[in-house]
Every structure is written in structure tokens, then in C-alpha cells.
């Protein structure tokens, strides 16, 4: 509104519009004369959130769709709602009991009481992670502030959330590294807080490791901070080097250092994601010494178990069940608080790592 010659409080106007009354054309906004409306859209300004291109639902009540983003190259990007999360995030800063329901019911009538949107901060992803669908995209581009709540208000909008009433988590685990879009994936967390409504106690960012972004997550206030989850994936840095490349410039003790750094909030985790590679990552000698790595860090910490998910040309193999319950077992056995994430939207995609689909079209 500035760079229009406008007052600066023409602003706080459109965002409320934007965002509060959720306004999609500009003539809707009446809060701003008519001669400024008209200017906006003789000048080519357009309002609204993105369009959902593409849906897919999966038989357990996941959704992914494929968000349209800005133009001129109009690519799309992957946002997933999951009813009733994924046992993973309590996303209120207390534990998850684990305790989801295994069917669907709920009572709300709405078919959830609660849901987890998970969000994308790019389009494809640089970090190059092997067991990462994404990753194979390579990097196509940044996403904007605007793109990135935006995806998240279109869900909302589809599923009819209230906000402030209704529980919802977001985490920032979708496609992409948001570290390396730091300023972006930070100016989005602030529209959704400030505009939007929502809590950032509710929000968690997962990084792989960026060890610069940690530590200016580190210097975010707490009312705009949301939670922190480090993609550890591996029990040590030998394996981790080869399963995240990106271990070679900034390995284990570095990311947890960077960590310590956050001030937590009371009763506030640090997560650490661990997905688990068959006859690579899941054996229990693996465990006992993620349950060393965690205690040794002396972070409030926890551990979210992943069983991987496969994708087309990724060499690995799923983790066994039994594998699975004894690595979850040992943690829990050393006091390490341990969740294991419940694949959601499996057969349609949607599941941690296999977000792609967008550019292959
Ligand atoms: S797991 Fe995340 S950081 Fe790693 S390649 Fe995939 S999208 Fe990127």
C-alpha cells in the first residue's frame, strides 16, 4: 500500500480482508474506497488464496492435494490434511497419548475432532535426502510468504475450520527444507499467527539440519516460535552421511548444538523424526544408541518413529513390524518419550517422503 502512495494503515485494511474475512476479489473489500479498489485493478492487483488443483483421498481419510501456486510459472505445490493427525503431534505443546482412534469416527459429526495440516515450503527440495521422494525434484523454486500460508488457509477453507475452536495442527514437513527458505517460511508462520489466528504452539518446522537456519530460529520470540523437529533419521553420523548427505557439512553434534540454543517454552520438546530403513536404520543395537544420542544431548527431547514409506526408484525396503516395536520398545525401555507415527494416505501418495507428484504432473 506504501509503494501505492497509500497510507500505511490501507495495509492492516487488506489484511484483515485477506485474512480475517477471507475476501477473494478486490471489489469485495469494502473497507477500501471505491477509487482505490478500482486503482488496484486497473494496475493488475488481484486478492484471493490458491486454488486446490487437484484432490486425492485416501481409504483412511487423508487428503493431498496439489496447490496451484503464484504465477507466471504456476507450479504446483502438495499440502495434506490428516484427520485426527497422525499420533505423531499433539501440537499443543503436551504429549501425544498415541492413544488415536483407529477408526474415523469422532464427535464432531465432521468425521475428525482434531487434524494435522502438513505444509510445503518449496517447490522440490535441494537436501537431496535418499529415502526423500522430493528430493528427486531437486530444487524448482522458493515459495513465497503468501504461497505458503496460502496453502494452508485453502484447507481451512475446504474443511471448514474454525479457527480458535477448532484443533488443529500445522507442521511444516511437506515438501522442501525450510531453512533454506528461511525468510519466507518465517513471514508465512507470522501471517498465519498475526492474521490468520493460529497458535504457534500448534505449529512444528522439521528441518533436516541447516544448522545457519537453527540459529535464527533460535532468536524468533516465542509468540511467532512454532516447535522444532530435527530429521535425525539415522543413530550415528557414519549412517547419517549416507542416508542425508547433508550430515557431511553439518553433522549430528553441530544440529544439536544449534538446537540448544532455542528457548524452549514449559513443558515444550524438541522432536527428533527418525524414519526407519530396513536392515539400515531399525536394528536394535540402532536404538540403544539413538536412546544415548538423545540423553547425551540433555535437550527435553522426543522421538517420533516413521516407518518408511516406499517410492519408486528408492532402494529400501520397508522396516519390519517386529522391527518397528522392538526400536520403539528399546527407546521407551531407556526413557526416551518415543511416538510412532501412523502412515496416513499411503495409497494415494501422501505419506512422509512421498510428496512428488506435483511436477511429474
Ligand atoms: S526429507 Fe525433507 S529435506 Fe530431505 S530431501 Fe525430502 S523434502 Fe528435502
Not at 160 to 181: A, S
Amino acid at each position: 500500500m506504501v509503494s501505492l502512495g497509500e497510507p500505511k494503515w490501507r495495509g492492516r485494511q487488506l489484511a484483515e480482508a485477506l485474512y480475517h474475512q477471507r475476501i477473494v476479489d478486490v471489489e469485495g473489500i469494502t473497507t477500501l474506497p471505491r477509487a482505490l479498489r478500482q486503482k488496484l485493478a486497473n494496475e493488475g492487483w488481484g486478492v484471493g488464496r490458491p486454488r486446490i488443483a487437484q484432490i486425492f483421498t485416501s481409504v483412511d481419510g487423508t487428503e493431498r492435494y496439489l496447490v496451484q501456486g503464484q504465477a507466471p510459472d504456476g507450479l504446483t505445490v502438495e499440502t495434506v490434511w490428516m484427520p485426527e493427525g497422525d499420533g505423531g503431534e499433539a501440537g499443543d505443546g503436551t504429549d501425544d497419548s498415541g492413544s488415536v482412534k483407529a477408526d474415523s469416527s469422532s464427535s464432531s459429526g465432521r468425521g475428525w475432532d482434531r487434524a494435522t495440516i502438513c505444509v510445503s515450503s518449496q517447490v522440490g527440495c535441494a537436501v537431496n535426502c535418499q529415502f526423500c521422494l522430493t528430493a528427486k525434484l531437486g530444487l524448482q523454486r522458493n515459495l513465497a510468504a503468501g504461497e505458503i500460508a496460502g496453502q494452508v488457509v485453502a484447507v481451512l477453507d475446504r474443511q471448514g475450520v474454525e479457527v480458535g475452536k477448532d484443533r488443529v495442527n500445522l507442521v511444516f514437513m511437506g515438501m522442501g527444507e525450510p531453512f533454506l527458505n528461511y525468510d519466507n517460511f518465517m513471514a508465512a508462520v507470522r501471517l498465519l499467527v498475526e492474521e490468520v489466528g493460529l497458535s504457534p504452539q500448534r505449529m512444528t518446522v522439521s528441518t533436516s539440519g541447516i544448522v545457519p537456519g537453527i540459529e535464527r530460529f533460535a532468536e524468533e520470540p516465542p509468540e511467532v516460535r512454532p516447535k522444532l523437529a530435527i530429521s535425525l533419521n539415522a543413530p550415528n553420523d557414519l549412517i547419517r552421511s549416507k542416508v542425508m548427505p547433508i550430515n557431511r557439512k553439518w553433522p549430528i553434534e553441530a544440529v544439536v548444538d544449534a538446537a540448544r540454543a532455542v528457548r524452549l517454552r514449559t513443558r515444550e520438546r524438541i522432536t527428533f523424526e527418525y524414519v526407519l530403513l530396513g536392515g539400515v536404520t531399525d536394528q536394535p543395537e540402532h536404538a540403544a544408541e539413538v536412546a544415548r544420542l538423545v540423553r547425551r544431548t540433555g535437550l527435553p527431547a522426543k522421538v517420533n518413529l516413521i516407518a518408511w514409506n516406499p517410492g519408486p526408484g528408492i532402494a529400501y525396503s520397508m522396516p519390519q513390524p517386529d522391527a518397528v516395536e522392538t526400536f520403539r520398545r528399546t527407546l521407551a525401555a531407556e526413557g526416551v518419550p518415543v511416538y510412532l507415527r501412523r502412515p496416513r494416505g499411503r495409497d494415494i501418495y501422501a505419506a512422509c517422503g512421498q510428496l512428488k507428484r506435483t511436477v511429474e504432473g
